[in-house]
Structure formats: C-alpha cells, structure tokens
Nanobody, 117 residues
Framework: QVQLVESGGGLVQPGGSLRLSCAAS?????MGWYRQAPGKERELVAT???????AYADSVKGRFTISRDNAENTVYLQMNSLKPEDTAVYYC??????????????WGQGTQVTVSS
C-alpha cells in the first residue's frame, strides 16, 4: 500500500501561480495529478515517471510543470498563468507495477484549487 499526502492548494487570482506537492510513503514508478471540477469527470493533468518522462493535458501545456524528487518520493505541480477553468479538486496519483501483472493505482485525498478574482 502507498499513502499519498498532498499540500499546496488554495485561492488565487487569475494569472497567478500555485505549487502543489505530494509525498508518497515509498518510491513509486509513476506519479502525477488529476483534477475534477464540479459536474465534470476526473481528468488527467500531468504525470511523470521515476526516469523523468512527463505527459501533460493539452489544456495545461506551457502553463503547468510537473517535477519530482525521487530522494524524497515527492512530486510537484507548478501551476502558472492560472485560469478560472483550472478551478477543481486536484488529486495526487501514483501507479506501480503489480506482482500479479498490470498496475496498482493510488490516490491522495484531494486539494482544492480555486482561481477567482
């Protein structure tokens, strides 16, 4: 089992910045962030492997940057040029290979990000 502890959400004005952090209880293959806005499905924001390969949703490319500190088992999401449509609950996500084949997936408790003037 893997525990994920998030921090860094809050209220910010449009055009502002926030940084989210998520600490895992052990090293894990893929870490990332999903988000869910009211009335919408949960969607991928960004992921990063332990080798540093990244993937981003088109809606955040050029504005958000995902990074990780493997020594601290921590993933970060730097969010710049925030827009009201970025308002959502952001969930930390982690994935590791299962000894039975496939992958195990883990989720954080979620942190609210609100972009509003």
């Amino acid at each position: 089992q893997v525990q994920l502890v998030e921090s860094g959400g809050g209220l910010v004005q449009p055009g502002g910045s926030l940084r989210l952090s998520c600490a895992a209880s052990r090293r894990i293959y893929v870490m990332g962030w999903y988000r869910q806005a009211p009335g919408k499905e949960r969607e991928l924001v960004a992921t990063i492997t332990n080798a540093g390969y990244t993937a981003y949703a088109d809606s955040v490319k050029g504005r958000f940057t995902i990074s990780r500190d493997n020594a601290e088992n921590t993933v970060y999401l730097q969010m710049n040029s925030l827009k009201p449509e970025d308002t959502a609950v952001y969930y930390c996500y982690a994935k590791s290979p299962s000894s039975f084949g496939g992958f195990n997936e883990y989720w954080g408790q979620g942190t609210q990000v609100t972009v509003s003037s």
